[in-house]
């Protein structure tokens, strides 16, 4: 349970403070905003855990509704698209296994490490986002994700 | 004359009618009367809440009140609830129960919210109280079936077991059969928390059969609609009924059967659970309708016209909880028909189907809530999610609804202005707070700016809970707020522009409330460090998950704050992930 207090302390082990790829992801975003940046700037702002509900009250919803939330996906090279359900999955994890069935290719997202040799056996997944813009997929949490995407894309590397 | 007065009442005397005491507001006033009465109370307290675990020891508890039979304890913060108070925060319980064991063997009451509950604490309650009677475990998690069992062997004369929203781990759905057959005693039995396997409904049978004075039954979703009729009929006496699963096909001699065991409880008051609900089984119900005063329908996917079916059959309904599902919702409309019905509504809780969308899928808007304000004067407690929200609206519901003490209104996208007038909310809340003067709890949603806080703290007398987000221009806010709130016992604040100024100017304020939580704010490390210094009565802890705060320059943010008085210093089982601000942890490492 001790910590160390002083500045001399060592930090370059990632395994040293328990944290999530998620939550260093974000971090990464708040230090963006904070350094020289005042936080009443305008979106976007790191927003996980919104709206303030319990776990158990917004699982049910996933879990026994009936909705669905179509989007297109395309792959660089191919002009005919499929549609998948993003609702059907839980995770950026689930999503990534899908696509790669899919697609018969290797992901690459934010999450993802490469062979660095080989990059034509990956693909890279963008969406396009509500502003229009094409953001790699993976950098915010997955309900955010859910909320801002329109479409995919697989790109060539 | 005064040695007349101190013998006129003997200790026995003063000890009975300190037993007509219950509040503990009370019970603390009389204990500072004098040095007699605070021994005589200290001796005959049977009742502690203690509504931070941390705030002080199980020690010094014991020291104080020797003979407690109710303990009630509060751990993790109430952010804690939206996933934003890492794992392996705190929130033990098992020491409480190691020192109560020894101190308390006729203690027969626990009750715990957000505390982390092991097996081990189980058994341990389990093995040291030969007079358990009450467990309560609300929001906890920690534990499994195992430790279930233990309780169900070992508590003879168990009365109330109660699980709710609580996470358990499934090991074995046998734990129920542990009751032993002599036990006879329960009064409440809440598992609707548990999962598929976690239960065996034979066992479950059996023990409702040999427990007459069951009046509170809370069944999880894995117990099937064609299940209910059999446990309703073996307990008729039931004033509190949680279905499980409420779908079936329709067949008639199903609905007959559950129609019939509905129509037996002439004493059934309130009804929840329906999970999954097929609305052609609704009408089961509508002989106990009548005497319906409370329904939670927050897990059934119900779509406006059933719901107002039902509910022109409830007419005494006091309390009611919605959940809006996508494509089932109860929709303005529903809300409508609430409040031309249930005029004695006192409670309203209306969630959201689709949460992380972005269009509106529910025709839900803030015209549902002015109509229940308008037809329900009774109107006490809303939590209300919506997509949109004006300050007419606001104004409205305050003017017609003063009796309001718990308002609680999250419009799902933040910073979300007035939609009629683009303006932001500050006038609306403010209205709230000026019309409704024994409001004690306000949540805070919309585009806000300091002028909210003005009102706040200008109106907000009685206010004894606050919850902010994404709100406030500056420390102003906080200010007023801080400054302003004479009743505050706790406030919550996320990703708000508060930094140092207002808090360190309201220091001695901390020492008045139960705690502050503030995350994705602009407090300084070094702010915190201040705090700590300087206010000894309080445990200021900051928590990142990423790296220590002293690696980063004093001026840099900290990612989340916790600060709470205490009369029990620094505690000792803070992960690495939270710092202790107090010096003497310092001076230690």
Redesign the interface.
Known sequence: ???????S?S?DSPN?????ST??SQ?DL?TDL?LGL???IAPP??????????????E??HE????TFYVKVYMEGIPIGRKLDLLAHESYYDLIRTLEHMFHTNIIWAEAEMDRDHYEKYHVLTYED?EGDWMMVGDVPW?MF???VRRLKISKC | MQKEMAYSFPDEVLKHVFSFIQSDKDRNAVSLVCKSWYEIERWCRRKVFIGNCYAVSPRMVIRRFPEVRSIELKGKPH?A????V?D?WGGYVLQWIAEMAGAYPWLGEIRLKRMVVTDESLELIAKSFKNFKVLVLF?CEGFSTDGLAAIAASCKNLRELDLR?SEVDDLSGHWLAQFPETCTSLVSLNIS?LGSDEVSFSALERLVDRCPNLRSLQLNRAVTLDKIANILRRAPQLVDFGTGNYAAELQPDVFSNLAGAFSSCKELKSLSGF??VVPAYLPALYSICPRLTSLNL??A?IQSPDLIKLVSHCPRLQRLLF?I????YVEDSGLEELASSCKDLQELRV????????EP?VSLTEQGLVAVSLGCPKLQSVLY?CRRMSNAALVTIAQNCPNLTRFRL?I?E?KTPDYLTLDPLDAGFGAIVEHCKDLRRL?LSGLLTDHVFEYIGTYGKKLEML?V?FAG?SDLGLHHVLSGCESLRKLEIR???FGDKALLANAAKLETMRSLWMS???VSFGACKLLGQKMPKLNVEVID????P??RPES??V?KLYIYKSVAGPR??????V?SMDEAV?IL?
């Open positions: 349970m001790g910590r160390p207090t002083s500045s302390s930090i040293h403070f328990a944290f999530s939550a260093s971090r708040t904070r005042s936080i009443s702002y790191v927003r996980e855990q919104w709206p303030p509900m319990k776990a158990a009250v917004a049910e919803e026994c509704n009936s909705s509500k309900e859910l909320s801002a | 952010f609830d939206f996933n934003l890492p392996g929001s929203e928390c999970w999954d927050s897990y996917t959940l599902q996508v494509l089932d969630f959201p189907s689709d949460p992380f969308g972005v899928n999610f999250c799902i933040p949540s919850s987000a221009d990703d708000c522009p994705s704010c602009a998950e990423t790296e220590p002293d690696s840099y943010p990612d000792f089982d803070m992960p690495p992930f710092w310092k490492h």
